[in-house]
């Protein structure tokens, strides 16, 4: 068999990286990130945290500015954990803590978060703080009281829960007047009166046959019980009287006020109650029954929450007193409006925060460099996607025919098509600047819903399902090869795949067949697939058995990188040979999972994405030695570093999406850092004769003894040397099996050029 071999490179040289400017520049996004936790302190003014990230933010001007407080964690000031910051104000002082789970406290002093001594396991969600400063953890069958660091002592319960009757709400005050509310979440609620002092004494307060299960209750200071339901279609608001606690009543704010909606409500330290409504911010002193004042200050100009969606799990407020109050409301997919409420302006301000991060999933980009993403909802598997012309810099939400989008695909033109939440799909015409609709392979209204449109080079996938409360559950799965004008329906061999988790990738090999891998979950038939009919059926691809891929590429020798897990759990990137042979890439990439994308010749662009400290990379020789470039990426300090995805286009337009960070774009070509070292620079030439391959000197000039020639594989294995003097730089291929090689011309101990050959 005759063996063909192709000289990809003939005169790189030992690299160095030069001296330039950053590589990367992050668009400094105007989104307006969500809000984790907000608090006022008398003494250190106002705070907020922004949602699963690092950020705290504070001012001490009265809401005029706000800064970015550092978090002392030892060795640089920003948490080791990407959970939001929730803050508490205790006895006046601010603290703050990363996440639930073996997290550290901090207490605010002198603008720095100071890490106080061990560990607490509570997240603030199951914290209960009095009136006097005591602490109390609580779950939904019990309340314990804590040790000094708010962890909970087991063998000292004050509360347990009885009868399938759970812990519903808290009301804690002073040793002797607290009170839990517990449901059986149908038709009862039974309210109990608690001391915290030690025994602790229970007793029953009392009990209520509600005609629902009420969503929020609470008791006050002065031991009236309030209802509130801004969830159901009646928005009522009634309280149960402490002189007849069997007997549920309208409140005065519906029938006096007439307040319609009510929004939330917010419990001071002071015991004093907040409610705030369509007619405005109403306050109770805590003692005195059903009887409400209106806070006209704070009522004016009230910035409502855009709906009452939001209200469950977005709405963050502090309000410690009728003249400093702090409001967010996030729209639970990344983005939230701040307002703060202060004695020097007497007016509601919005806060505009120094952060111009994001936090975006599944960016990709049109032939007109427009951009298309969308953030993560927390709470519900919906995707509206957004649109930016300016590198990720603003972002619109894309409108067609009054519909938000669910999906967005990019086909080989580089056209962008979309799934319209009508169900109908849609394709971009840059030229006319609109969106056309195009025929879809199921009927708009008709029994299956279009979920994804995937993008695999020439080819686009279209993934769809039976509606919700169909009786039979089918998965469906279309392709096309015009770009989305024409659809073809192929096997299916996804599960549930309205879940945003079950993202995969298709591309086509070498042979022309089709390899099907999970992008960010897992699909049932757990693996790696393969199609060899285009589609019309998939079994497991036997050459990557027991392997959990994040991505893929082919080698032009045929043999595939691949990144991610090695059953049982051997992590890194691999590569893997047309039998099956599993080899680590490079010790490099022991553990360390990269993606990789392929130039010209034997350069590499990729990034590393397993340890929470992803780095970009770029290399000359296929990947096997890297150089890391993270220059520009901010901040440089942070701990935790998640590269999402990125968009290779070439050398000098490269697109990197950080998780609650944003969008980076290079600056420069990322291989014009590698600059010559003359006193080391060698230039040979490479000729080809048959099976022959001969190195000579391009100044003509003899080999010496001590010029050695080294063929490595790609794993770096040295697979033969040569004395280039007794062989007068000649080398037999038929020594070489299939596949890629280097050789590297070496002069005592210096290694002077890199020459990339295939053999095939």
Known sequence: MIKFFAILALEIILLQVGTTQDTWRRSESSSQLEIGDVAISSEYGYFVSLKNNHHIFHSKDSGS???????????NKFYLTLDRSYLNVIDNKVYSVSCAGASKRYLYNNDIFDPLDKYTNSPKENLIVNQEGKIFYKTESYINRTDSYWNPNYEKFIFKYENDYWIKSTSFYTDENNYVITSNFIDSLITYKVTTDEPAKVSIYSKLKVPRSIPISFVSKGGTIYFMDNFSGSHIFNYVSKSELNKIKISSLQ????ARLIYFYFVNSQAEIFIVTDKGVFMNNGIDEDQWIKCHQLSDRLPLP???KVLGFDTKSFIKDSMNALISYGDNCGQSEYYCFTPKFKKWKSIQLDAHIDNLLNVVKNKNNRLYAFRPCENFFGRNYL???NEGKDWETIIINEEYVSSIGINKNGEALAIATNNRLYLYNSTLDNWDEIQSPVEPQGNIDLLHIYSSENELFLSGKTKIGSPVEKNYLYHSTNGGINWVEIKSFIQRSSHPLNDFVIFEDHNGHWIAYPEQGAFTPIGILVSMDRGMSWELDKRFKEFYASSIVQLLDDNFILNGVLKPNKRGTFIIDSLGNYNIYSQYYENNPARFFLDNDNRVFGYTNYSYTDVPFFSTDLGLNVIHDDSGLKPTDKEIRIIRSADYERSD???????????YTTTHDIFNKITDDSNTKELYSVFQNNEIIIIKKKDQSDWHSEEKLRVYNLLGQTILTKNLENSDGSINTRQLTQGF????VNKGN???QLIRIVIR
């Open 653 to 663: 337009k490269i697109i990197l999406n950080l998780a609650y960070d944003g969008i």
């Open 741 to 744: 090689y280097f050789l590297q």
């Open 306 to 308: 855009p709906g009452l």
């Open 750 to 752: 210096n290694s002077s």
């Open 255 to 258: 029938i006096e006020h007439l």
């Open 387 to 389: 649109q930016s012309d």
């Open 65 to 75: 500015t706000w800064q970015q407080v550092g978090i002392n964690n030892g060795k």
